[in-house]
Every structure is written in structure tokens, then in C-alpha cells.
């Protein structure tokens, strides 16, 4: 594998170099594991599987498909990575039928990606898992060095816990656009008078019948283009 | 004349880190040493904030004198101004020294430095301590300030990871992301039963806090909870809110 201080110097200098360039420290760090690892995209999103989730970072549109993909049918490797704390691994392909382990993460926006590996590497110990690295390559790019990986995938999570969101940062994407999401949820609770993780599965369901991310779906709870009621004559309705 | 570069601390720093048994004291020894190295400076400690006082954590030496000095802080001088405000605070010079700290500042020039600088080591919005830097020769001490708050950060970075292993931060921090998120849920279901913007409905959590007694993060809980049974609205009502 990669000589580990090499690794870390390079990672250092571009922690360093970036303040001036005023971009978030998370972004940074995306960016840089990114091009140390060759690979072609990442992102970083905490709190994966639960209601809490946020996207910190997507380096680029294929790095966001991904995240939003996983966020709407709720399973692949991002998941996978989250709840095991194992690092999980995807072939995108074009000619195969669906992935046995994750037979929802299938559309047309994804296959169009393909070929495609993409890697999620678990931010975390075991029992304290804090979110995602996930990295992907395009079927030509040399093989990820998982051992280097690993490695810089600790920096991440130790970083990412020493740059935890001020209240000023809370104001700001990616925080507020997550934020819509939550107040989504909350409306939905109270007009079904439903537990919260029943209503971001609806949320995620609309998402998913509509091909659009969660966000999109959320944001149209918002401005009451779509309302959930709990009245006998129209269960659900949608417009 | 010494070749280290800030980088190189960031490095050390993050070395620590990745090994099999971070070694915390070790680690933080060799960083300090690695700080009055970039800074040219003659001495540096960190100072953390334990039961309402100050705590030297480590520090490049243990000479009485010093130990000392850091004991006079405790009370006044730079590291205290620093938690006090967040920014980082200098002064050099002995008479500005003295006039401005004059329980500590005797004792700092009596250990021999004439310029000192505190910067703060902050944890979300709460700053724990200080990284504390000690110049006997006062002559450049003030260009190397900028490089005091990546010094700063490499210090945070091998204290956070210290705490890595006993998960403590990382349930912290999704501690944080939980009472944010139910806080914006709240502001969604009040948004609904009083039929206004989500986007104005911060005040309305506010003012159901206010009516009930009880902190936002408890009113954001209480109206999760009864938004859950479809009972929001009927208690809005009779405890005579006003949408």
C-alpha cells in the first residue's frame, strides 16, 4: 500500500493550503481523499441510515445520483457500510439484471453511470458510527488501495468530529437543505399523526414512484404541493 | 536553525492518530515540541478547562519555574482571556506584559519569556483550552501567529482522537444532528396545524416553549410527541394558542 506519512502529508498540505481558498473543511477533505486515492468522485454523508442524515459534500453529479439514490430506497452499500461498519463495495454494470444484495438500486439515471465501482468506506468505530466515505471509479481507473483507504478514512472521521457545524453553519447548505427535509417529516407526523420514521418512508416512497430525491419530494410537502391526509374518503393524496 | 514546517506537525498529528493504540500523551509531547519548533519559540503547553479551572495537559518543560507560571494563569493571563473570548490573544514587551496581567505577568517574565500568545482549541461552539506559546526573544515572535491556529487544530485533532475508541464524541456529535433535526421536524408540525410557513414557525416553537415552561429543545420533543397521536392541534387549542 501507499507509504502511510506520504498518505497523510499530502493530506495535511491540501487541509492547510485550502483555508485560503475559504471552500468547507469537509469539502476539502472530500476533494483530497478523492485525488490521493484515484478515484474519480466522492461524498460524505453522517448519520446514514437514520433520520438524522446529512450530505456533507458530493464532489460531482455522479457522487450526488449516488447519495440520493441510496437516500430514496434506503439500501446499497452506503447502507450496508453504516450499519456493519464494514466497507462494501458496488459494480455498476450495464448489462447485468438487478444486484442481488440491493435489487431496489436499480434506474435508469444509475445505469446510465455505468460501468461504474463505487466504494463505501465506514466513518467509525463499530458501535459509534458517525456516517459514509463513499468514492467511486469508472470501470477503467486502477484499483482502489483499500488499506490506503482505511487509513485516511480515521483522518476523515477525526477531523470531521473536530470541524463538527457551528450554529452559523447550521444556516447554510448543506445543513438547510437537509433541514426541509425535517420539516417535512414534521408536517407529514402531524397530518397522519404518524412516528417519524414512518413518515420519511412516505417521503422516500413518493421520492422513489417519482424518480426524484428525497429533497425534491420533501420540498413539495413544504410549499403544500403535496399533501398527506388522514381522512377515510381520501387516504392519500397527491397532486 | 530547524526545517519544520506546520505541515510536518499536521502530519505527526495525524500519525498519532491512525495507529492501532493512539498514544495521547506520547503523542501530544511530541506535537508541542514540534510547535515551539515552527514558531522558533522557547516553550508551549496545552491548558484544558477542567471543573470551572485550568489544567495543564502537557507541556515541553517541567522546570518549577514554568510550572509555576502555568499555575498563575489560572487565575489571569493570556490562556483565560483566550477561553473568555475565543480569539486568540498576545502581548509582548515587559512593561506591557506586566501593566497588563500583574498577578501573571511577573511571574511569566520572571520565568523568562518576554512575548506569549494563547489560542483557543474549540469543540463545536465551546472552546476547552488553550495552546500557550512562550518567546524569550520578543524580536519576530508576531509573524508567526498565523501558523498558531493550524497548530491549534493539530492539537484539537490529537485530543479528539484520543476519545475516538470510547465513542464518546462521535455520540456527542449525533446528539447534536438529533436535537437539530427535531427541532426543524417541530417547526414542520406546527407549520401544518397552524397553517403557516415552516419558514416562520421557529417563533411559534418558541412561544409554545414560553407557554409550557420549558426549554426549545423539550417543546420540540413535546410537540413531536403529540403531533405523533394527532393531538397537536386539539392542545394548541386548549392551551389558547393563536396561530
Not at chain 1, 418512508?201 to 403544500?224: C, G, N
Not at chain 2, 486568540?88 to 506591557?96: K, T, Y
Request: net charge negative; proline share 5%; aromatic share 4%.
Amino acid at each position: 500500500m501507499a507509504d502511510v506519512d506520504d498518505l497523510l502529508s499530502q493530506l495535511a498540505r491540501r487541509i492547510v493550503r485550502g483555508v485560503e481558498q475559504g471552500l468547507p473543511l469537509p469539502t476539502r477533505l472530500c476533494q483530497a481523499t478523492v485525488d490521493l486515492l484515484g478515484c474519480d468522485g466522492g461524498a460524505i454523508t453522517l448519520a446514514y441510515t437514520l433520520l438524522e442524515r446529512v450530505t456533507l459534500c458530493t464532489t460531482n453529479d455522479t457522487a450526488r445520483i449516488l447519495e440520493e439514490a441510496q437516500d430514496v430506497v434506503g439500501q446499497g452499500p452506503g447502507p450496508d457500510a453504516f450499519t456493519t461498519g464494514v466497507y462494501q463495495r458496488f459494480d455498476l454494470t450495464v448489462e447485468d439484471g438487478p444486484n442481488p444484495r440491493w435489487p431496489l438500486l436499480e434506474s435508469q439515471t444509475l445505469t446510465a453511470l455505468a460501468p461504474l465501482v463505487v466504494h463505501a468506506l465506514p466513518l467509525g468505530e463499530p458501535d459509534h458510527m458517525l456516517g459514509v466515505l463513499t468514492l467511486h471509479q469508472a470501470g477503467s481507473t486502477p484499483p482502489l488501495d483499500i488499506d490506503a483507504a482505511r487509513v485516511v478514512a480515521k483522518v476523515l472521521t477525526a477531523a470531521l468530529l473536530a470541524d463538527a457545524p457551528t450554529q452559523h453553519d447550521l444556516g447554510h447548505a448543506p445543513w438547510a437543505e437537509r433541514a426541509e427535509v425535517h420539516q417535512a417529516t414534521g408536517m407529514v407526523v402531524a397530518q397522519l399523526g404518524v412516528p417519524e420514521s414512518d413518515a420519511i418512508a412516505l417521503l422516500r416512497a413518493h421520492a422513489y414512484s417519482h424518480d426524484q430525491s428525497v429533497t425534491a419530494s420533501a420540498h413539495a410537502v413544504l410549499t403544500r404541493q403535496l399533501t398527506f391526509s388522514a381522512t377515510p374518503e381520501r387516504k392519500i393524496e397527491s397532486t | 536553525m530547524t526545517t519544520t514546517s506546520v505541515t510536518d506537525v499536521l502530519v505527526q498529528a495525524n500519525a498519532a492518530m491512525v495507529g492501532p493504540h493512539p498514544d495521547v500523551t506520547g503523542a501530544m509531547a511530541d506535537l508541542l515540541v514540534g510547535v515551539t519548533e515552527v514558531l522558533s519559540a522557547d516553550a508551549a503547553a496545552v491548558l484544558v478547562t477542567s471543573d470551572s479551572s485550568l489544567e495543564v495537559l502537557a507541556s515541553t518543560s517541567h522546570r518549577v519555574l514554568d510550572l509555576e507560571m502555568y499555575q498563575a494563569q489560572v487565575a489571569e493571563g493570556p490562556c483565560i482571556e483566550s477561553l473568555r473570548t475565543g480569539a486568540g490573544i498576545s502581548e509582548h514587551g515587559v512593561d506591557a506584559i506586566r501593566s497588563r496581567w500583574p498577578v501573571a505577568g511577573p511571574v511569566i517574565l520572571s520565568s523568562g519569556y518576554t512575548a506569549v500568545h494563547a489560542t483557543p482549541l474549540r469543540w463545536h461552539d465551546e472552546t476547552f483550552g488553550a495552546l500557550n506559546v512562550f518567546w524569550a526573544d520578543e524580536s519576530d515572535f508576531e509573524e508567526r501567529l498565523t501558523d498558531c491556529r493550524a497548530l491549534g487544530d493539530a492539537v484539537t485533532l490529537v485530543l479528539l482522537c484520543g476519545r475516538l475508541e470510547d465513542g464518546a464524541l462521535v455520540e456527542s456529535l449525533r446528539a447534536a444532528l438529533h436535537r437539530r433535526t427535531v427541532v426543524e421536524q417541530a417547526k414542520g408540525a406546527l407549520a401544518h396545524v397552524l397553517g403557516i410557513d415552516p419558514g416562520d414557525s421557529f417563533e411559534a416553537l418558541t412561544d409554545f416553549g414560553r407557554r409550557e415552561e420549558i426549554p426549545l429543545g423539550h417543546a420540540a420533543e413535546l410537540v413531536m410527541a403529540l403531533a405523533r397521536t394527532g393531538t397537536l392541534g386539539e392542545h394548541l387549542a386548549k392551551s389558547g394558542h393563536h396561530g
